[in-house]
């Protein structure tokens, strides 16, 4: 998809002939879900009332101290490793230092030095089927601060519900080289997060915000230009995450074009998105020289993390969105599509895996999975495993459709029935509703008789032979299935239907 | 008039001899006569106080189990949070600052049946070392009011001091308990790092900070410990019941220690004036007529002491007291032209002169390029300090030396120089570097009748020894029962 570009192109052969690499490093900001705040116990509450989730420690009070929330440790540790992290053994707790008026102690408490995981590397599913590798630099735990509201006239206010909330933060190398490649990654950020339950990922409560960092190494007559880096600040949807950074990768080959300038010490600059203008708007010019006076928090004790804590949280671990998906296309035979229906939320992979182990036939299981599953789950707005259908019965429907108990037609009036009626048995509903497919020759035998008896006419053409001959056939075979609503056996009926014919 | 110490007021409030209404009233009756002169309170809850002590009294007459403190007026330091009245830490910026808590040494207070008579002056923030630093008022020694009562905890030492609460929580980062203990002529024990909560302490130092109380008497000082310390899950620092627990400070109190070693340095103690050296060594040789020897130790990071004591602690105070910005509490300049204003100009006001140099100190001291040459180095600094008494308690029990330079300085005497004053707390600060507890007790006079205090230290979690050390000097001598002549 092509994007509208502001500002005047001013040769646009010019721009196509230049030669230049695109490179996106993302920090991403993955609210947790734990109870409560990440250093109090106020719980976690979305959309409250202002200023009702709140304690002294996180409103800043004199006196109070934090103390930190474990599962938000345990979380960002098995966050971390599935991020492919090494996990510290001792990490500690740093205060991050500046004013704003959401931010009640004025300092932030954040990890500097010693962040909780470091090194790792997440794969992204390509376009082509393969995996990317991408590097992880760092993943740290913070507290999120609150939110302004300039919405009183002329006073600001300001909520501190969400003050204190746990934030990890993603911090990856500069290794993607398109936008799609950033949006491929902070989906399957989402998706495994999503699996191993640390967040929601809810993008529109902002559970998960993203902050690209983009340039461009431009060659021209064999020579290298980079391109000032450019950061977008706090995007909330894929969408724009995505439409931010092929604006940038545009606007910046134009302002080179335009300038020629190139990435020196400072030159970085800061820009917000536009969602309504689909630009990028300068917010900073040059990257102000920020001494956050970093410095370890003496109210918090080191965290020191002992191997055998490392293995529990290990034991916690499961497949990975990428690695079942690649899997399901090994093992199964899946198409890439269905295997990314299948993994794309972790209540789903495992009805499906539960459904073939039950003896389901994973073709079969996918196909219901993923068209009546899928549709009215999506209309209950609920899971697959709250749709209450048992994997065991959704295999024994599969199983009977292989074998031919019954037919894809009779399969969805099977289905739909299920969804009201879960606990019934598929083959007991097929009994009850007569959807029983029909593969006694002798009864069928007595159907096709009538039917070729009432049509002389295609039955005439059939043996004309020549174009006609084919469709005559098929409209006999469409009244047996009429006659039977469905339930005849094509294969056996068809067959009977040629031996008749011929004779 | 003759105070009881606090447990004998406890003792005959629980038997009925006094009642804690009377106690409480007299107490009252001492301070209106009393604290126009020395200024030791901040606010004080005559009410409240008084309510409470009847309904204390009315427990006691139903036969109710009581605690710890039942019925005795004691005085809490204004940089703890009270939800009663303010909490004001000295500071124009909390002046009208209402705490939503308490801090859990209140709450403990509380729990114990104490009466809460009042809430003490201190040097803003808790900086300094006369509390001619409070940003309210000022507090005068009891025992020379043209003097200071030293400081931070001025107002609980002089409250004590004259009689004007039975005993007091001070809290303490470089001295700040211990000093102007020895200045008044009271007990004050620093407690180790860990041993007592800080929740609701409003922090000056984190590191550094530590609650402790002050009293007339070594007994009064384990009453009080035991009654405040112990593991707060709302303060990750507070030490865990596991690795130490709160043992019962009273138990073995009067039970001397045998065959006890003090450690001395006496190149340290040279660097007091000679009076104070005098009493020093005269309560050393009373400990010696008790049994002890003195081991000459080595502690040769301690010069270092004060030097990396201003930057650790400054530097924690910069950004501990960066909440103060007139935005969400405390004091807002009147009429700020835009919100960057609301920050500078609310602090600028809010702050006195020596909050304003440490956060200064503090904040340079954290500044990038820098960091690694001050902070950094103060940490290393620190952690020498803490190896030098490590190894010296191989070889002793506890540690003996002064606790101030000199006796009660003149006030204004030192207000000019910043440094002079930060050097009055030489024999004070290492301590809060190494974490352990440390305690004065009073052991003399020099010949302006004011008192000198013997400060006495021992390893990490080692009060109870500690406590049993000072007693054991307490029960020797009569110091401790001098009374300044402000209430004759």
Known sequence: ?503 | MDLLSARQLRDKIKNREISSVSATKAIFECIAKVEPTIGAYISTFEGEAIQKAAEIDKRIAAGEKMGRLAGVPIAVKDNMCTTFGTTTCASKILANFHAPYNATVVEKLLAADAVIVGKTNLDEFAMGSSTENSGLKQTVNPWDTTRVPGGSSGGSTAAVAAGLCYAALGSDTGGSIRQPASLCGVVGLKPTYGRVSRYGLVAYGSSLDQIGPVTQTVEDCALMLNVIAGHDPADSTSVDEKTAPAGDYLAKLDEPIKGLRIGIAPHFNAGADEQVRKAIDEALKTYKNLGATLIEIDMPHFDYAIAAYYMVATAEASSNLARYDGVHYGYRTPNPNDYIEVYTKSRAEGFGKEVKRRIMLGTYALSSGYYDAYYLKALKVRNLIRGDFVKAFEKCDCIMMPVSPTTAFKIGEKTDDPLKMYLSDIYTIAVNLAGIPGISIPCGFDDKNLPIGLQILSPAFGEEKLLRVARMFETATDWHKKRPAINE
């Open chain 1, 1 to 503: 998809m092509k994007r509208q570009l502001i500002g005047i192109r001013k040769d646009r052969r010019l721009m196509s002939k230049l030669d230049y690499k695109v490179l996106v490093g993302l920090e991403i900001h993955v609210q947790l879900y734990t109870r409560t705040k990440m250093f109090c116990g106020c719980e976690l509450a979305f959309g409250a009332e202002p200023n009702s989730r709140v304690c002294p420690v996180c409103l800043g009070m004199p006196g109070s101290l934090p103390v930190m929330n474990r599962q938000a440790v345990e979380f960002s540790m098995l966050a971390g490793l599935a991020l492919n992290c090494q996990i510290a053994q001792f990490t500690k707790w740093d205060r991050k230092s500046y004013y704003y008026p959401d931010l009640p102690k004025n300092y932030q408490i954040s990890q500097y030095d010693l962040p909780l995981a470091l090194n790792g590397f997440l794969e992204i599913p390509m376009a082509d089927g393969s995996l990317k590798k991408i590097r992880i630099r760092r993943a740290h735990l913070e507290e999120d601060a609150g939110k302004n509201l300039h919405t009183a006239g002329n006073f600001s206010q300001v909520d501190l519900n969400r003050a204190g909330t746990p934030l990890l933060e993603i911090v990856t190398e500069p290794d993607m080289e398109a936008a799609a490649e950033v949006r491929a990654l902070a989906e399957e950020l989402q998706r495994i997060v999503r699996y191993l339950g640390v967040s929601e990922a809810d993008m529109q409560k902002g559970h998960m915000r993203f902050e690209p960092n983009v340039n461009l190494i431009i060659t021209r007559n064999g020579q290298e230009f980079k391109t000032p880096i450019v950061e977008v600040k706090n995007l909330n949807s894929f969408r724009a995450l995505e439409n931010s950074i092929n604006y940038e990768i545009e606007r910046q080959l134009e302002r080179f074009l335009e300038t020629g300038e190139t990435m020196e010490m400072g030159n970085k600059s800061t820009r917000g998105w536009d969602d309504a203008k689909e630009a990028t708007v300068l917010q900073r010019e040059k990257e102000e020289a920020h001494d956050y006076r970093y410095f370890p928090d003496p109210d918090l004790v080191p965290v020191r993390v002992s191997e055998q804590q490392l293995n529990e949280i290990k034991s916690r671990l499961c497949e990975l969105p990428s690695k079942k998906r690649l899997r399901y296309i090994k093992e199964y035979g899946l198409s890439d599509y269905d295997a990314g229906v299948l993994t794309e939320m972790r209540a789903t992979a495992e009805f499906f895996e539960a459904a073939v182990k039950a003896g389901g036939e994973p073709k079969r299981v996918c196909n219901i999975i993923t068209k009546e599953y899928s549709r009215e789950a999506n209309e209950r707005n609920c899971t697959i495993p709250e749709l209450g259908v048992s994997p065991g019965k959704t295999a024994e429907l599969s199983k009977m459709i292989v074998i031919g108990t019954v037919s894809a037609t009779a399969a969805t009036s099977i289905i739909s029935i299920m969804f009201k009626s879960p606990e019934q048995e598929p083959e007991q509903i097929a009994h009850e509703h007569n959807l029983l497919q029909k593969s006694d020759a002798g009864e069928l035998e007595g159907i096709i008789d009538e039917v070729l008896k009432n049509n002389q006419q295609a039955v005439d053409d059939f043996k004309a032979g020549g174009k006609k001959s084919g469709k005559a056939r098929g409209f006999l075979l469409g009244q047996v299935m009429q006659k039977t609503k469905g339930t005849a056996n094509p294969k056996v009926a068809g067959e009977i239907l040629d031996r008749k014919l011929s004779q």
